[in-house]
């Protein structure tokens, strides 16, 4: 069952299933990912710099639901970071 949910999930979830975007400023991406995660393994996966070349990432040393229940400033905090990014320099 696990094993079918993986192939399920990475079947709509995976980058590699959709096209770049079309913003030619991919530095204004930032992915934040999780070191022990149990649905996104990172084990035989390209980075995701070869995948969306440019983009930030961002690592949290926990599993997919730990990261979310208990880092949520760092979640917040590269929301406003990518938010400052979208501005205009003054």
Known sequence: ???MMRLLMDEFTSLHNYSRPVESNIANAMFIACLHDGYVLHDGLPH???VWPGCLVRYIRQGHISAYLFNQSIFNDAVGEMLRRQQPDV
Do not use: L, R, S
């Open 1 to 3: 069952v696990k094993d």
């Open 48 to 50: 995701m710099n070869d």
